[in-house]
């Protein structure tokens, strides 16, 4: 006998659903959270799920602030691995240094708190680092991250060791989700890599899960005329040969 099917699967089945339907159209805006747990009688938890997974999917996007909304429909591909900054830089025969800005444990806002699946205001770490490829700036790196994930991050020193060395260190990631925008950089991006207000950004956002459990949540901002994001690999190869490389030449994360 089938399993009935859990109650997050019903909540995305609940907006598939509608999408089929036309009750929400590409670029319009879903049922909050609050409505969602309203109508369907479920918990937060199992909403905030449903929503997370659409999104990863590429069916939702979520704002911060804003809502949450049916993805316009434009061709994404599979483009980025995770890389380390440090190993690509040296391995073009340049020299990497990296500035560590921040250190420290920040409390969660809600909505932070929520993807982490922790109480409001809950204190998670935090890491600001920039990242410099002979002594140019090519990378302003932000980390949240779970506690319970690595109790030991803010004891680490970052300028001997990469986060992202450290953080796979520990566990790799089950699940990771890549999203890049165009950004133009406020003051605080300018004077971290030293470029002035006209200059657009490569801003890519990435989450890592593991257990279904989100343990990383790190932003990474890009000069755009230092810095590009491409791969190369085989149509029809499985898992394909896939190359991220850095400045001027197509980026490594």
Known sequence: MDKPPKLYEQVKQYLHDGIAAGTWREGGRVPSEFVLMETLGASRMTVHRALREMSAEGLLRRIQGVGTFVQRHTPRSALLEIHDIAEDITTRGHTHRAAVLYLEARRADATLAADFQLPPRTKIH????????????????????????????????????????????????????????????????????LIGAQEPCLRLLRRTWIDTRLVTFSIFTHPGKRYSLGSRYRLGDSIGKRRASGPHEGASI
């Open 126 to 193: 935090y890491s600001e680092v920039v990242h410099f490829e002979n002594d140019v700036p090519v990378q302003l790196e932000e980390r949240f991250i779970s506690p319970g994930f690595a109790p030991d991050y803010l004891r680490q020193d970052f300028t001997r060791t990469t986060t992202n060395r450290y953080l796979l260190g520990i566990t790799p990631p089950d699940e990771v989700e890549h999203v890049i925008h165009a950004v133009a950089p406020d003051e605080r991006v300018q004077e971290r890599l």
